[in-house]
């Protein structure tokens, strides 16, 4: 069964740039969309945006200036840039598999904790 | 800010059952299908009820959704002490053109 796992820095300062990887094992990327979330530390949840396997992407307006994903196919995995990070952006931050369109988030990977601090 | 409101908290004691409402507007709960999860402390978030009401293989029957208009319910049977854990619904909502989540429910077993 398919398996994600995100990686990337646990710490970034603020104004600067946060990069995370969310690598996709058992299965294929193809024909799914691909998305990010995230959850402050005792918060609630919060989309970023998702990817279509073919590149296609939609991000939430309250981000989508300071956001980009992408997705290499070759090495099975997706990834999340978002820049001019303050403490706002401190959370947990998760990567999951969508069906299809407007659809369902499953599975979901174990999630990152990234906090941003000088 | 949330689109979907969820109250706080939920409580019951085992064997009871809970129900858990998410109420939103015509451009998301109105116009889609509505997702439930659940979260138990310091995991991510599992994936009880897809498309209003439907359960992932897995899921035992004692989770139930429904929607009506633009609100959505989650219900547990036969309350266990297991289920202690946030819940949250989400959905597409059109006019903003993005998911929406709801302020989540925190549910506790007595």
């Known amino acids: 069964q398919v398996q994600l796992q995100e990686s990337g820095p646990g710490l970034v300062k603020p104004s600067e740039t946060l990069s995370l990887t969310c690598t996709v094992s058992g299965g294929s990327m193809n024909n799914y969309y691909w998305s990010w979330i995230r959850q402050p530390p005792g918060k609630g949840l919060e989309w970023i945006g998702y990817i279509y396997y073919s590149g296609t992407t939609n991000y939430n307006p309250s981000l989508k200036s300071r956001v980009l994903i992408s997705v290499d196919r070759s090495k099975n995995h997706f990834s999340l840039v978002m820049t001019s990070v303050t403490a706002a952006d401190t959370a947990i931050y998760f990567c999951?598999?969508?069906?299809?369109?407007?659809?369902?988030?499953?599975?979901w990977g174990q999630g990152i904790l990234v906090t941003v601090s000088s | 800010q949330s689109v979907l409101t969820q109250p706080p908290s939920a409580s019951g004691t085992p064997g009871q059952s809970v129900t858990i409402s998410c109420s939103g507007s015509s451009s998301n709960i109105g116009l889609n299908g509505v997702n439930w999860y659940q979260q138990l402390p310091r995991t991510a978030p599992k994936l009880l009820i897809y498309s209003n009401n439907q359960r992932p293989s897995g899921v035992p029957d004692r989770f139930s959704g429904s929607k009506s208009g633009t609100s959505a319910s989650l219900a547990i049977s036969g309350l266990q002490s297991d289920d202690e854990a946030d819940y949250y619904c989400?959905?597409?909502?059109?006019?903003?053109?993005?998911?929406?989540f709801g302020t989540g429910t925190k549910v506790t077993v007595l």
């Open positions: 989400v959905t597409w909502d059109d006019s903003l053109s993005a998911y929406v």
């Open positions: 999951a598999r969508v069906p299809g369109m407007w659809d369902w988030f499953d599975p």
